[in-house]
């Protein structure tokens, strides 16, 4: 229970920042509504460092769970070892964000238009302080990106300097690395910051990254695609519609898909490629830029993020070869071909997950409601029809069902976004909104640099001797 004491002491921390603040107090204790972001980070973060040190005092030494030789060799799957707090992905139910399912999402965070997709900055707001935000508070996170929107020029001039057939992802990367010379992180740790302030740099670092990310985005897929005609942002256009705005689709089913899709892409938890190598790098106190380049060149690989690209690759293959009209015993033929080539079925599987991912769900109910005669929708409607079964059959892949990329495409297809090598870019702006997220409650909570243990093939034989005997 919060006496009247903290309280007041967490107002009294965000006063300084010049909110205005309001707060309501009920039964759950205090529910903000400050409508400055940094603010209720501010107002939260004592609290849960104190959480923090009580855990490491009361819990330390217990244990979370056992490695065996299968998991140090297995790519350490299933072994609890990590704090990451803004979503956690349960194998048969998918990821929660902050506690909330995407179901839940999808019903109670704030929309641009009434009953629509909910948008991105309402996330943001969410992952970042843990409270599902008001209307206010989620239009004041579009105003304070729209503030910090603006891209300087010589990231336009790494980005057109670029060998053409540079892979976007590979464009997303460089663009951010030339960003990082703004970064006030960088800049403060050299100048001396205490470290109890580390998060507010890597606070506005990781803004000023998200407010920046759409018109990067855009201007790579207009270098790309369009042949380098860039278009201004709208004024009037939220965060994600904005991306959509820039690339140049202003149908309203795609401003509405956009938000969507930056919504659910999000987060997933910590031990994605992704999310941990941003983790792992920003462990090193290595900025925000930097430790999220490392995290999409790990989005970049095509058993992550780019299988999104290599489903609409695989998809084309199937209708080149068998055409449109594929029928069931058709599309068998060709899943099982492909295994026999040697290849994984992209968008199917998970590392964790062991049954259909949520965000496949999600996007298939956006489908249904939007484009329920679209035939790439209902290609790939038959491909849950056929593909958990074969899977299955090879007797070793642990989960058959669908996973977030297995759909994503389609949506982008429908709307005219035909050029599926950009895909992973669209994944990896959402990425962000996470993966900073958590970097920031990093900082704040003080988590060391990560350095687990790794052995030899001999050290793991002679440990295993040594119970043996
Ligand atoms: N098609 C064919 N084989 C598959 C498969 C698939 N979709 N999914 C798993 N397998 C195979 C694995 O390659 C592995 O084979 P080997 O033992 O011969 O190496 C075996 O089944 C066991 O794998 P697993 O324990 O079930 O899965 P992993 O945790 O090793 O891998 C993943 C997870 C996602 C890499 C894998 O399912 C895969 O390659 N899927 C296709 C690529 C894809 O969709 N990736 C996107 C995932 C979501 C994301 O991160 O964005």
Same mark, same amino acid.
């Not at 350490?76 to 992905?89: D, V």
């Not at 969410?126 to 508070?137: A, H, N, R, S, Y």
């Not at 999000?266 to 462990?283: F, I």
């Given at each position: 229970?919060?006496?009247?004491?903290?309280?007041?002491?967490?107002?009294?921390?965000?006063?300084?920042?010049?909110?205005?603040?309001?707060?309501?107090?009920?039964?759950?204790?205090?529910?903000?509504?400050?409508?400055?972001?940094?603010?209720?980070?501010?107002?939260?973060?004592? !609290?849960?460092?104190?959480?923090?040190?009580?855990?490491?005092?009361?819990?330390?030494?217990?244990?979370?769970?056992?490695?065996?030789?299968?998991?140090?060799?297995?790519?350490?799957?299933?072994?609890?070892?990590?704090?990451?707090?803004?979503?956690?992905?349960? $194998?048969?139910?998918?990821?929660?964000?902050?506690?909330?399912?995407?179901?839940?999402?999808?019903?109670?965070?704030?929309?641009?238009?009434?009953?629509?997709?909910?948008?991105?900055?309402?996330?943001?707001?969410?992952?970042?302080?843990? &409270?599902?935000?008001?209307?206010?508070?989620? !239009?004041?996170?579009?105003?304070?990106?729209?503030?910090?929107?603006?891209?300087?020029?010589?990231?336009?001039?790494?980005?057109?300097?670029?060998? $053409?057939?540079?892979?976007?992802?590979?464009?997303?990367?460089?663009?951010?690395?030339?960003?990082?010379?703004?970064?006030?992180?960088?800049?403060?740790?050299?100048?001396?910051?205490?470290?109890?302030?580390?998060?507010?740099?890597?606070?506005?670092?990781?803004?000023? %990254?998200?407010?920046?990310?759409?018109?990067?985005?855009?201007?790579?897929?207009?270098?790309?695609?369009?042949?380098?005609?860039?278009?201004?942002?709208?004024?009037?256009?939220?965060?994600?519609?904005? %991306?959509?705005?820039?690339?140049?689709?202003?149908?309203?089913?795609? %401003?509405?898909?956009?938000?969507?899709?930056?919504?659910?892409?999000?987060?997933?938890?910590?031990?994605?490629?992704?999310?941990?190598?941003?983790?792992?790098?920003?462990?090193?106190?290595?900025?925000?830029?930097?430790?999220?380049?490392?995290?999409?060149?790990?989005?970049?690989?095509?058993?992550?993020?780019?299988?999104?690209?290599?489903?609409?690759?695989?998809?084309? &293959?199937?209708?080149? &070869?068998?055409?449109?009209?594929?029928?069931?015993?058709?599309?068998?033929?060709?899943?099982?071909?492909?295994?026999?080539?040697? !290849?994984?079925?992209?968008?199917?599987?998970?590392?964790?997950?062991?049954?259909?991912?949520?965000?496949?769900?999600?996007?298939?109910?956006?489908?249904?409601?939007?484009?329920?005669?679209?035939?790439?929708?209902?290609?790939?409607?038959?491909?849950?029809?056929?593909?958990?079964?074969?899977?299955?059959?090879?007797?070793?892949?642990?989960?058959?069902?669908?996973?977030?990329?297995?759909?994503?495409?389609?949506?982008?297809?429908?709307?005219?976004?035909?050029?599926?090598?950009?895909?992973?870019?669209?994944?990896?702006?959402?990425?962000?909104?996470?993966?900073?997220?958590?970097?920031?409650?990093?900082?704040?909570?003080?988590?060391?640099? &990560?350095?687990?243990?790794?052995?030899?093939?001999?050290?793991?034989?002679?440990?295993?001797?040594?119970?043996?005997?």
């Amino acid at each position: 229970m919060r006496s009247a004491k903290r309280l007041s002491g967490l107002l009294q921390q965000c006063r300084p920042l010049g909110t205005q603040l309001e707060e309501v107090v009920g039964l759950g204790g205090v529910r903000t509504l400050i409508t400055d972001l940094k603010a209720a980070m501010a107002a939260k973060i004592p !609290k849960e460092q104190e959480r923090l040190r009580e855990l490491r005092k009361e819990c330390g030494p217990k244990a979370l769970g056992a490695c065996t030789v299968e998991q140090a060799i297995g790519g350490m799957r299933g072994i609890p070892a990590m704090l990451w707090e803004t979503s956690l992905l349960d $194998p048969e139910e998918g990821i929660r964000f902050r506690g909330h399912t995407i179901p839940e999402l999808e019903e109670k965070l704030p929309s641009a238009k009434e009953g629509g997709e909910p948008i991105p900055e309402g996330l943001l707001w969410l992952l970042m302080t843990g &409270e599902m935000p008001t209307v206010d508070q989620a !239009k004041a996170v579009t105003e304070l990106l729209r503030e910090r929107s603006k891209v300087p020029d010589y990231v336009f001039d790494v980005l057109r300097n670029l060998h $053409p057939n540079t892979h976007p992802m590979t464009q997303l990367c460089q663009a951010v690395l030339a960003l990082q010379v703004d970064s006030k992180f960088a800049a403060d740790y050299r100048a001396g910051i205490h470290k109890s302030k580390y998060w507010e740099p890597v606070f506005e670092d990781s803004i000023n %990254l998200i407010a920046k990310l759409p018109t990067i985005a855009a201007a790579i897929y207009r270098n790309t695609y369009k042949g380098g005609k860039l278009i201004e942002a709208d004024p009037n256009l939220d965060w994600a519609a904005n %991306l959509s705005h820039m690339m140049g689709y202003d149908d309203e089913g795609c %401003l509405e898909m956009m938000r969507l899709y930056q919504t659910i892409h999000a987060d997933h938890e910590g031990g994605n490629v992704s999310a941990h190598a941003t983790h792992l790098v920003g462990s090193a106190l290595s900025d925000p830029y930097l430790s999220f380049t490392a995290g999409m060149t790990g989005l970049a690989g095509p058993l992550h993020g780019l299988a999104n690209q290599e489903v609409l690759r695989w998809l084309n &293959e199937v209708r080149s &070869e068998v055409g449109d009209g594929v029928t069931k015993e058709q599309m068998k033929e060709f899943v099982w071909a492909t295994l026999k080539s040697g !290849k994984v079925v992209p968008g199917f599987g998970h590392a964790v997950l062991r049954k259909t991912d949520p965000r496949y769900t999600c996007q298939a109910g956006f489908a249904k409601r939007n484009m329920p005669d679209y035939p790439l929708y209902k290609l790939v409607a038959l491909l849950y029809d056929v593909v958990p079964d074969i899977l299955t059959q090879t007797g070793k892949v642990k989960n058959p069902w669908p996973n977030v990329d297995a759909h994503s495409g389609v949506l982008l297809q429908y709307y005219g976004i035909t050029e599926e090598n950009f895909y992973t870019v669209l994944f990896g702006v959402s990425r962000s909104l996470g993966v900073l997220s958590q970097g920031v409650w990093s900082r704040a909570l003080g988590l060391p640099i &990560e350095r687990p243990k790794s052995l030899t093939m001999q050290a793991i034989e002679d440990r295993v001797r040594a119970q043996e005997l």
